[in-house]
């Protein structure tokens, strides 16, 4: 897996590339979950060039929108590869995460599905 973290004032946009699975789940928590707790309570996350998606990867996704929740912020995946929305859908996650857009506005390349506080 691979993660390209841009920060703003009191969002962080993710893009995460690769598998994003058991092996990798560490990685996202030690580098997304804590900046939330940093001082970027909004959380965009593009997941269009995931290769593979397990059962931690979601629970790594439900994980970082309570972060989010618990300080007042939002999590909103942008876009979706085809196994990201298979996993997201099989687990009906979809249903359940998704919400309204926050008010944080992601970048224009970013058309959004949100997950929202």
Do not use: C, K, W
Not at 44 to 56: C, K, P, R
Not at 70 to 98: C, H, K, M, N, Q
């Amino acid at each position: 897996m691979e993660l390209n973290i841009t920060e703003t004032q009191n969002a962080l946009y993710v893009s995460v590339s690769g598998r994003f699975d058991v092996h990798t789940t560490g990685q996202f928590a030690r580098e997304v979950i804590a900046r939330v707790a940093d001082g970027h309570p909004q959380l965009f996350i593009d997941l269009a060039d995931v290769d593979f998606m397990d059962s931690s990867a979601l629970a790594a996704l439900v994980r970082s929108l309570m972060r989010t929740m618990e300080v007042g912020g939002s999590l909103t995946v942008t876009r979706l590869s085809d196994a990201a929305r298979i996993a997201l859908e099989l687990s009906r996650l979809d249903l359940v995460l998704t919400g309204p857009i926050p008010a944080v506005t992601p970048p224009p390349a970013m058309n959004a599905i949100a997950f929202a506080a």
